[in-house]
């Protein structure tokens, strides 16, 4: 009885970390590619180098392919019909067309504290609970990018069929 209480304990205890994780991280989630997406780079010729961060466009029109051909061929010779429709379908996203926004922190620049603290305020954190999570954010971000040697990060951008 005193393991199952400590299980549903701790599972309280996540789900009301998780909570407010999972909102904000939400919040994140939509906000990253409309701010992205309002990065104009066309007068740079797609390319960006600041003081400080950089940012550059690259679009990748390599034919996608998922490895389905095998499935797709029984369901062809089972639906011939429907097999050319889904085919054609295929064959459209293919041609899709995907632009990365890659971008970083030049070497030897960083972001200031008050940088990460105003989003962190617009994601709803008070001054102080901004300054005091901020220390423990920055070594868990930190960690996580030392462990994938992460220099850059990139976004979808935008995505079109050709």
Known sequence: MEELEQRVKEL??????????????HKLEKRRP???????????????????????????DKHK???????IAKFVK?????????EGYIAEQRKLTETQLYFGVNEGCKLTAD???????????????AKRL??????????LARKRKETERSILYNSTIA
Do not use: C, Q, W
């Open 134 to 143: 901020y220390p423990e954010l920055m070594n868990v971000s930190r960690n």
């Open 34 to 60: 409309k701010l992205a997406r309002t990065i104009d780079l066309s007068e740079h010729d797609g390319s960006y180098v600041g003081e400080r961060f950089y940012a550059r466009l690259e679009t990748d």
């Open 115 to 129: 940088d990460y603290m105003n989003v962190m305020a617009d994601l709803g954190f008070s001054p102080t609970g």
């Open 65 to 71: 392919a998922k490895g389905m051909k095998e499935g």
């Open 12 to 25: 309280v205890a996540m789900d009301r970390i998780y909570r407010p994780l999972s909102s904000m991280a």
């Open 78 to 86: 089972n639906f011939p019909r429907e097999g050319k429709i889904l």
